[in-house]
């Protein structure tokens, strides 16, 4: 059984910085692309950034990129999200996720996961 758990969640505010965790276990960890996502209060869930199997390749979304940092650490089976210069517009409940097949790049769209997190909430607000 494959269990994705995020921690790290919370209320910050506009200008502040917030790492989520997500520890995997039930598969090979490091075998597996994963991503972020997020869904935002009546939108839809987006894509936030991917990271390849072995970690060497990772792609965000425009709406991050230069504030936010993906990673990964094989032993410790767990994802990262580093969120630096938060904006009101990234309040959402977050989630990681990982792709279906092994030894693959990273992947944008939601389809391609198989696993997900329960998700954690990241407030960003004065």
């Known amino acids: 059984q494959v269990e994705l758990v995020e921690s790290g969640g919370g209320w910050v505010p506009p200008g502040d910085s917030l790492t989520l965790s997500c520890a995997v276990s039930?598969?090979?960890?490091?075998?597996?692309?994963m991503g972020w996502f997020r869904q935002a209060p009546g939108k839809e869930r987006e894509f936030v950034a991917g990271?390849?199997?072995?970690?060497?390749?990772?792609h965000y979304d425009d709406s991050v990129d230069g504030r936010f940092t993906i990673s990964r650490d094989n032993a410790k089976k767990t994802l990262y999200l580093h969120m630096n210069s938060l904006k009101r517009a990234d309040t959402a409940v977050y989630y990681c996720?990982?792709?279906?097949?092994?030894?693959?790049?990273?992947?944008?769209?939601?389809?391609?996961?198989?696993?997900w997190g329960q998700g954690t909430q990241v407030t960003v607000s004065l």
């Open positions: 996720a990982v792709v279906s097949w092994p030894r693959s790049d990273w992947q944008q769209s939601e389809d391609d996961y198989d696993y």
């Open positions: 039930g598969r090979t960890f490091s075998s597996y692309a």
């Open positions: 990271i390849s199997w072995g970690g060497g390749r990772t």
